[in-house]
């Protein structure tokens, strides 16, 4: 959701609700996490009390409330997380807290799959269309950090119109696949019922090769990566990060007429040799950007700075 155009005027308990914090809290009930009234009692007194909810929002964190991890709310804009932080640590003072009180009780002993609705206001706009636990993608990529199946703890998975999608690995900075039809179920990793990780809704049909695709110098060399985190650029994601001292942004898309899946590559200047290395068969990859070497693409000097490679999903 990070880039989409700006939400409405919601109150930011409405806020709180579109945004997925209740996947893991509540207002003043300890769920999976712990509820918003019981952090906003801890930090009472801390001076920094704003600056530790802002910095649990952004980075994330674990061991503060037992051993579940937050994960780094990166689908949130900045104005998000202040608006956010600054609820939370003014929440008891709220003329709302008792009726939320109330309501949320009543809510959660009738039906507790309604608090992950998009309905909890006509007012809210989002880019997915959500249906309990269950995200849609509508006509505009939609980017949730998640736990999923066959990825680190900082996977994130985008959703494509046209029913693809693909998820990316925030640590190895890289693909790791795709799968078509629907999205996400986020039930496992809402609600904490049976695992952690959310469901693909839809058959993988593109697994990437499991090492970091780029290499410096030569082909043989492993580099170190830095995930710097993403933007959105025309409405689709860009990945940032660094290999050793070289930035990179990264953009994945897929053309569904041809099956092809769309990876270019921006990368600061560099007197070193650039390779893509696919897998060991890379029948199915192509680019008019370099020439290959067995499984290793070495690209033309004058083509480091902006390459792509093209991905033919084999049906």
């Not at 996947?23 to 009390?49: E, F, K």
């Amino acid at each position: 959701m990070l880039g989409n155009p700006k939400e409405p005027d919601l109150s930011t308990d409405s806020l709180f609700k579109s945004s997925g914090c209740v996947a893991c809290h509540r207002v003043t009930q300890q769920h999976i996490g712990p509820s918003m009234v019981a952090v906003a009692d801890r930090y009472a007194s801390d001076p920094n009390a704003l600056g530790i909810i802002l910095h649990s929002l952004k980075l994330g964190g674990t061991g503060k409330w037992g051993m579940n991890e937050m994960p780094p709310q990166v689908q949130l804009r900045e104005e998000t997380h202040k608006r956010l932080a600054s609820w939370i640590v003014e929440i008891r003072k709220s003329p709302k807290l008792d009726q939320w009180t109330k309501d949320e009780e009543i809510e959660l002993a009738n039906n507790p799959q309604t608090l992950f609705d998009q309905t909890t206001s006509p007012e809210i706009q989002l880019p997915e269309k959500r249906e309990g636990t269950v995200v849609k993608v509508g006509d505009q990529p939609v980017i949730f950090r998640t736990y999923l199946p066959g990825a680190s703890s900082r996977a994130i998975a985008v959703g494509l119109p046209g029913n693809r999608s693909y998820a990316f690995d925030a640590t190895q900075c890289r693909l790791l696949y795709f799968w078509k039809g629907g999205f996400l179920d986020f039930k496992k990793s809402w609600t904490g019922h049976g695992g952690w990780y959310s469901h693909l809704l839809g058959p993988k049909i593109f697994t990437a090769p499991p090492h970091f695709p780029l290499r410096l110098g030569n082909s043989e060399e492993i580099q170190k990566v830095k995930f710097n985190g993403y933007r959105m650029v025309h409405g689709q994601p860009e990945f940032l990060y660094r290999i050793d001292q070289l930035d990179v942004r990264h953009q994945i898309t897929f053309q569904p007429e041809e099956d092809i899946i769309v990876q270019k590559f921006f990368l600061s200047k560099t007197e070193n040799k650039i390779f893509f290395i696919g897998g060991e068969n890379r029948q199915n990859l192509s680019s008019e950007d370099g020439e290959w070497r067995g499984n290793a693409l070495l690209i033309d000097p004058v083509r480091q700075e902006a390459f792509t490679i093209f991905t033919q999903v084999i049906r």
